[in-house]
């Protein structure tokens, strides 16, 4: 009964003895399941991991404790605190290593209840923060190579005095963009509606209320790309390589 409880709950392992013949309530199930894990002997645990379990997402949690040399659940505490973590290490001295995550929760009650234990990051946190420096530092390269290309591009076009195809691309559009919004401010002035500019124009009325109410020509913002980002990246990077 111990066994049917464990795997399938109260309610169900209720469903499952009465099919089989033995008239159990779920209460009685549940009674057997905490029976068996108060007869059963844990054993001592030397590297203990801890992490969260939640009674319910984002409003209730406990904590999780697990010995990772038998990779197995030893214990859950109702409550998430310090205070509680450290009290069941008070009663386990045997505990020599502490896996845990970032938390300083954990690690306060880690402090308080094992001081002379040593706590360690879990993979997961360990894998998560090289993550994000090798992020961070790619995205600095990034922007320094951004820079040096832009220098260099600046440099060829002081020799040149040419524009690039995107560049003149850019040029002619903004050009286009600005007449359009120098004959938006026109008419506006003229005295016609916006809905009687939009007609005119050929563009929607939202755009002619946000062309009026601009205080200055509105600029178009260059949305970043990352594919774009990577080559400059690694043309910059091929650059500085080939140099003596």
């Given at each position: 009964?111990?066994?049917?409880?464990?795997?399938?709950?109260?309610?169900?392992?209720?469903?499952?003895?009465?099919?089989?013949?033995?008239k159990?309530?779920?209460?009685?199930?549940?009674?057997?399941?905490?029976t068996?894990g108060?007869?059963?002997?844990?054993?001592?645990?030397?590297?203990?991991?801890?992490?969260?379990w939640?009674?319910?997402?984002?409003?209730?949690?406990?904590?999780?404790?697990?010995?990772?040399?038998?990779?197995?659940v030893?214990?859950?505490?109702?409550?998430r605190?310090?205070?509680?973590?450290?009290?069941?290490?008070g009663l386990h001295?045997?505990?020599e290593?502490i896996?845990?995550?970032?938390?300083?929760?954990?690690?306060?009650?880690?402090?308080?209840?094992?001081?002379?234990?040593?706590?360690?990051?879990?993979?997961?946190?360990?894998?998560?923060?090289?993550?994000?420096?090798?992020?961070?530092?790619?995205?600095?390269?990034?922007?320094?190579?951004?820079?040096q290309?832009?220098?260099?591009e600046?440099r060829?076009?002081?020799k040149?005095?040419?524009?690039?195809?995107?560049?003149?691309?850019?040029?002619?559009?903004?050009?286009?963009?600005?007449q359009r919004?120098?004959?938006?401010?026109?008419?506006?002035?003229?005295?016609?509606?916006?809905?009687?500019i939009?007609?005119?124009i050929?563009?929607?009325?939202?755009?002619?209320?946000?062309?009026?109410?601009?205080?200055?020509f509105?600029?178009?913002?260059?949305?970043?790309?990352?594919?774009?980002?990577?080559?400059?990246?690694?043309?910059?990077a091929?650059?500085?390589?080939?140099?003596?």
């Open positions: 009964m111990g066994l049917v409880g464990y795997a399938l709950g109260g309610l169900a392992g209720e469903r499952l003895l009465n099919r089989l013949g033995i159990r309530g779920d209460d009685t199930v549940l009674r057997h399941v905490k068996r108060r007869a059963a002997s844990q054993p001592k645990a030397r590297v203990l991991s801890v992490d969260d939640t009674w319910r997402k984002k409003q209730r949690y406990g904590t999780m404790l697990m010995d990772l040399e038998r990779s197995q030893i214990d859950l505490l109702a409550v605190s310090a205070d509680s973590f450290a009290e069941w290490l001295p045997e505990v290593v896996n845990r995550d970032r938390s300083s929760l954990h690690a306060n009650g880690g402090h308080q209840g094992a001081p002379s234990a040593v706590q360690i990051t879990d993979c997961f946190h360990l894998v998560s923060n090289l993550s994000e420096a090798v992020g961070r530092d790619i995205q600095q390269l990034q922007i320094d190579a951004r820079k290309l832009a220098q260099s600046t060829e076009q002081g040149t005095n040419k524009l690039t195809l995107v560049e003149a691309r850019r040029q002619r559009c903004r050009q286009a963009r600005y919004y120098m004959t938006v401010r026109k008419l506006h002035r003229q005295g016609h509606t916006q809905q009687e939009a007609e005119r050929g563009i929607r009325a939202g755009t002619v209320s946000r062309l009026l109410n601009a205080p200055t509105p600029e178009r913002q260059i949305r970043s790309d990352r594919r774009r980002d990577q080559a400059l990246f690694f043309r910059a091929g650059v500085a390589c080939s140099r003596p």
